[in-house]
């Protein structure tokens, strides 16, 4: 927009000396007939003093001075009208070219905020699109994660329950070989036993015969 007015105010000032140099044409080629038409205008009054000879010279200049200002103010007067239309074609022309660049002005800035909105808008729906993307690329990482701690948490179940149910078989294995060889040990030393408990029973017999006794 800078740049524009910049612009502007350059195309406004080239217009301006554009008139003005054809105004000022136009002034000299005025002055320069109005010089012809005055230096015409005071041959022909000379000649007609000349025809009339009984007409005191005294008149006479006084009557051709009278005319000849008489004949300036007339031409003072085109010249002030003309220089006046000049000054009103000059000021409508410029209205004129100011507000073609006013209406111009308006268009660019239209122009550039149609454009910045259409930036914008571009802009919001790439972002719209880049969140949507972004939350579904989320969920879909968030379905992937959750699905893979529930697998590994069932692996992790299905282990326990298969270690557990392992050690369980292996401890009642081990429980019962201890208790086989527990039985074997038992099988083994029961005869010891028995001979012992006899003779333990024998001695209690004798006692009790020589307490009887």
Do not use: G
């Amino acid at each position: 927009m800078d740049k524009e007015l910049k612009l502007m105010a350059n195309e406004e000032k080239k217009f301006q000396q554009h008139i003005q140099a054809q105004q000022k044409k136009e002034l000299n080629s005025f002055l320069e007939s109005q010089k012809r038409e005055y230096k015409l205008r005071k041959e022909q009054l000379k000649e007609e003093l000349n025809e009339n000879q009984s007409t005191p010279k005294k008149e006479k200049q006084e009557w051709l001075s009278k005319q000849k200002e008489n004949f300036q103010h007339f031409q003072a007067e085109e010249e002030a009208n003309l220089l006046r239309r000049q000054r009103q074609y000059l000021e409508l022309e410029c209205r004129r070219f100011k507000r073609r660049m006013l209406l111009s002005r308006h268009n660019l800035e239209q122009d550039l905020v149609r454009e910045e909105l259409n930036k914008r808008q571009t802009q919001k729906d790439l972002e719209h699109a880049m969140l949507l993307r972004q939350h579904e690329s989320m969920q879909e990482l968030e379905f992937r994660h959750l699905n893979t701690i529930q697998r590994m948490r069932c692996e992790l179940i299905k282990l326990q329950h298969q270690t557990e149910l392992t050690n369980q078989l292996e401890y009642n294995k081990r429980r019962e070989r201890e208790l086989r060889r527990k039985h074997v040990m038992e099988v083994r030393q029961q005869p010891k036993s028995l001979k012992s408990k006899e003779l333990q029973i024998k001695k209690q017999f004798q006692d009790t015969c020589k307490i009887q006794t």
